[in-house]
Structures are given as structure tokens and as C-alpha cells.
């Protein structure tokens, strides 16, 4: 009995402690489960609405525009770089579908539009780490600011000098 008790013990604190010691998922595996479902979206929406030329284009696009707003968009860090791509994927559809731009001249400013958000995105999470750098470097001076005024002596007040006119007497202290 006491050995089966000292088991349960042993094995619920070991369980408690992989419970607090677990943080969720990092965000690189929060990158490779949103490039996975990248992937698994385009080959969905290609196999549904096959383009060729002047066809197909903007089903498409909006088929993955829809697929990445319900599957992806809740863990993208930056929801409004995300609406950007999709507007361009279908401005750029239609533009096809019209037959104003080949299917080369669709990847390259879609492409250009990748790396701009990409450098966006990069900006924003490098301000971000400045920002929160610049926080705690000014927490740091605070915190000695308020240490060295804490250990300082106050100054006492010394009685006033100086000479002033009483009537006609001239007193000094």
C-alpha cells in the first residue's frame, strides 16, 4: 500500500511539474504549421479552379483568399500585411483573367508584393524588440535613479546669512 502510494506521489509531481514547465508552441512551429497550411491551400484551390489563360484566375484567388481569412489569418502576426496579399492576389487575378498580364508578369509583382510585406513584417517585429529594449533600459536607469536619491543624506537646512537694514542699524548673522 504505501509503496503504490509513494508511486502515485512520485509520478503526479513529475506530471505537475511537465505541466508548468510546458509554454505552448514556438513560433517557429507556429511558422512551419502556417507555411504547411499555405501549401495544403494553394494545391486545394489549384486542383478545384485549374487556371489557363484568361481563366480561372480570380475563382482561384478568391478560393485561396477564402481558405487563408478562415484556416490562417488568426495566427498571422500581422492581419493587415495578410489583407494586402490577398487584395493584390485578386487585383493581379483579374488583371489575368482579362488578359492584361501573363501568368509571368502575375508571379513577379505578386513575388514583389511577398518581399515587401516580408520586409514589413521584419521592420515591425525589429521595432517592436527596439521598443521593448528602450523600455527596460529606462526601467534600469529608473530604478538606479530611485536607489541613489534613497541612500543620499538629506542637506539640513542652515540658518540664513546675510546682512539687511533694520531702521537705521545694519544687522548681520
Not at 48 to 71: G, K, L, M, W
Not at 96 to 122: C, F, H, K, P, R
Request: glycine share 4%; with cysteine; charged share 20%.
Amino acid at each position: 500500500m504505501f509503496r503504490t502510494c509513494a508511486i502515485f506521489v512520485l509520478a503526479s509531481v513529475a506530471l505537475a511539474g511537465c505541466a508548468a514547465q510546458y509554454q505552448g508552441p514556438s513560433q517557429a512551429d507556429i511558422d512551419a504549421g502556417i507555411r504547411r497550411d499555405i501549401q495544403i491551400g494553394k494545391e486545394t484551390c489549384a486542383r478545384s479552379f485549374p487556371i489557363s489563360p484568361h481563366t480561372n484566375h480570380v475563382a482561384q484567388a478568391r478560393c485561396y483568399n477564402d481558405y487563408e481569412v478562415a484556416v490562417i489569418r488568426s495566427r498571422m502576426r500581422y492581419a493587415d500585411l495578410s489583407a494586402l496579399v490577398n487584395a493584390k492576389r485578386l487585383a493581379l487575378a483579374e488583371k489575368a483573367d482579362q488578359g492584361n498580364l501573363t501568368e509571368a508578369e502575375v508571379a513577379a509583382q505578386m513575388a514583389e508584393t511577398i518581399t515587401y510585406v516580408t520586409g514589413e513584417s521584419e521592420r515591425r517585429a525589429n521595432s517592436s524588440a527596439q521598443t521593448q529594449a528602450q523600455i527596460s533600459t529606462s526601467l534600469a536607469a529608473q530604478s538606479q535613479a530611485i536607489s541613489a536619491a534613497s541612500s543620499v543624506t538629506p542637506i539640513q537646512p542652515q540658518p540664513a546669512r546675510g546682512c539687511w537694514r533694520e531702521n537705521t542699524i545694519m544687522v548681520c548673522h
